[in-house]
């Protein structure tokens, strides 16, 4: 005999206009082309003061479609939490709260990154401090980079006093708090 190819099972719970809602929904199909899908999802809505709230759900799905496989996993909330049992006790590694997400620790091979806050430091593997390796430290906003080749403009200093050194690849030149020239050495453009 086989099993039905749906499997519905709804809990729920009523107090007044307030009610909450378990939907668990179980699926598998196959067509005579050989595609097919096979899902399990688990969704929870909330009723509360008149308003429905889909709060929480889960999907795990796969498919067979032209010969070729996917797979998919879904979540729907706001809060997700992540677990290591191993030592005997359930410790938190990474947590995501309203679309941030903390790690305890990562090891990334490649990254693309539109905005960093480094609040601590970043610092090379083989960082040895004034010896090799790179170190960008947020706290103290110092810098110390070992060996380092730079291409175009470089301004030292700061905007705010005009106190500040420029160096490109054919002229260094220095500036006092006022921001006049006093030393240019290489090309000389007298500002």
Not at 27 to 45: C, L, P, R
Not at 115 to 136: A, H, M, Q, W
């Amino acid at each position: 005999m086989q099993p039905p190819p749906d499997l519905l099972t709804p809990l729920q719970a009523q107090f007044g206009e307030q009610q909450g809602m378990i939907n668990q929904k179980m699926q598998a199909e196959f067509s005579q082309t050989g595609d097919g899908v096979v899902t399990h999802s688990i969704n929870i809505t909330i009723i509360h003061n008149k308003v429905k709230y889909n709060a929480a759900g889960q999907v795990i799905s796969a498919q067979v479609k032209n010969g070729k496989l996917e797979s998919f996993i879904g979540y729907n909330a706001n809060n997700f939490a992540w677990y290591n049992p191993s030592n005997g006790k359930m410790e938190l590694f990474m947590y995501v709260k309203n679309g941030q997400m903390f790690m305890r620790e990562a090891f990334i091979n490649e990254a693309w990154l539109n905005s960093v806050v480094v609040t601590e430091y970043i610092k090379s593997g083989d960082y040895v401090p004034g010896k090799r390796g790179f170190l960008i430290d947020g706290k103290t906003n110092n810098m110390e980079i070992n060996n380092a080749t730079f291409r175009g403009k470089l301004d030292i200093g700061t905007n705010k006093t005009g106190e500040r050194i420029v160096i490109t690849n054919d002229r260094i030149a220095v500036y006092d708090d006022k921001g006049v020239l006093r030393v240019e050495i290489g090309k000389i453009t007298g500002v």
